[in-house]
């Protein structure tokens, strides 16, 4: 019995390393990280590709990948006016239905979320 649920343990991981592999395979008609704009920040690096990554998984749920869907009473931020300040407030703290993110996301991730949103217009 110990040996069946370890060779099944062991299916799992190499199904997993297999799934890995294909994908790291199939990024070859992406961009690279080196075609995106790579800005410095006094904590380091904030690499383009990843800022838009976060933004997909943290926002575009009510904000829209463009930012201008309007889910759950998310303002349009391709029409917003906020300057950077109050946009890096704005995800730290949140208001109604945004959920705040300072506990979530460090300041340098917000920091380069506020210069994302900032594009988005
Ligand atoms: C659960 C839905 C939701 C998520 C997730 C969300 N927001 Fe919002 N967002 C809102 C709502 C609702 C408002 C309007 C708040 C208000 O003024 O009443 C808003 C407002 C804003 C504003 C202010 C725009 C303006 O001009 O008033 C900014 C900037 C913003 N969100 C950025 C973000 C960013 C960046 C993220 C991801 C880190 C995010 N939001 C995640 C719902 C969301």
Redesign the pocket.
């Known amino acids: 019995m110990a040996v069946q649920i370890g060779w099944r343990r062991t299916r799992l991981v190499l199904i997993a390393v297999a799934l890995l592999i294909g994908i790291a395979a199939c990024g070859g008609g992406q961009k690279t990280r080196e075609q995106y704009p790579v800005r410095a920040t006094p904590d380091g690096p904030v690499d383009a590709v990843l800022v838009k990554k976060?933004?997909d998984m943290?926002?575009a749920?009510?904000?829209g990948y463009d930012g201008a869907q309007q889910?759950?009473?998310?303002?349009d931020?391709t029409?917003?006016?906020?300057v950077k300040a109050?946009?890096i407030t704005?995800?730290g703290e949140?208001?109604?239905?945004?959920?705040p993110?300072k506990d979530v996301?460090s300041a340098e991730q917000?920091d380069a979320?506020?210069d994302?949103?900032l594009t988005l217009r």
Do not use: N, W
Request: hydrophobic residues 45%; contains cysteine; positive net charge.
């Open positions: 976060l933004y943290k926002c749920l009510c904000h889910f759950a009473g998310a303002k931020l029409q917003s006016s906020m109050e946009i704005r995800i949140g208001k109604g239905t945004m959920p993110h996301l917000i979320l506020a994302f949103v």
